[in-house]
């Protein structure tokens, strides 16, 4: 076995949950909710992203500012999903008596894997945001933007949505919280 599988292999025999979390149901439950949260919405945010870059192709110009947008907005989103899901899959794992030391291992370098993908993606992020943003302001400062105002009672729904998806991820989290310091299948 190689370190991560030893000292996984260790760990999960001390704690349900992983070391950094002191043994604390309260922290791996807060810490899940979030890094499932970023997950459900950095997933849902790229495809958005994606869908109205495909559904706009003919009329957004690739170096149009919508383009931009939306292609640092996924960007964004892309990072979070990447930073975010391995460890997901790392923490609802760890403690589960199915899993292998070797799964957990593989998972770990996975994860150590896709931290040093997340740069050139938020290095990207960073420069398309420090391309676009001078032309942005120009548009936002006109005088036909200083007529278009935001409708917030409009977004409700889109947000309700969102604070739906959260309560659930909430839910989900503290169960498998309860559930591992339990010993109920990891």
Do not use: Q
């Amino acid at each position: 076995m190689n370190p991560a599988e030893t000292l996984t292999s260790i760990a999960t025999t001390i704690s349900p949950y992983p070391a950094s979390f002191g043994d604390s149901p309260y922290l791996y439950g807060a810490a899940l909710a979030s890094v499932l949260s970023i997950s459900v919405f950095s997933l849902i945010v790229f495809g958005w992203m994606l869908r109205d870059s495909w559904r706009f192709r003919f009329i957004d110009h690739p170096k149009s500012l919508a383009a931009g947008f939306r292609f640092m907005v996924g960007l964004v989103a892309l990072a979070g999903l990447v930073r975010s899901a391995p460890e997901v899959v790392y923490m609802t794992c760890f403690g589960d008596p199915s899993v292998s030391p070797e799964f957990l291992g593989r998972v770990l370098i996975v994860k150590r894997v896709f931290d040093s993908l997340a740069l050139p993606i938020v290095a990207l992020w960073m420069a398309v945001l420090v391309s676009i943003y001078p032309f942005l302001m120009l548009v936002l400062r006109t005088r036909a933007s200083y007529t278009i105002e935001m409708d917030f009672a409009s977004v409700w729904p889109r947000l309700g949505r969102a604070v739906l998806i959260f309560l659930i991820v909430v839910v989900i989290a503290a169960l498998m919280a309860v559930a591992k310091g339990y010993g109920l299948g990891g």
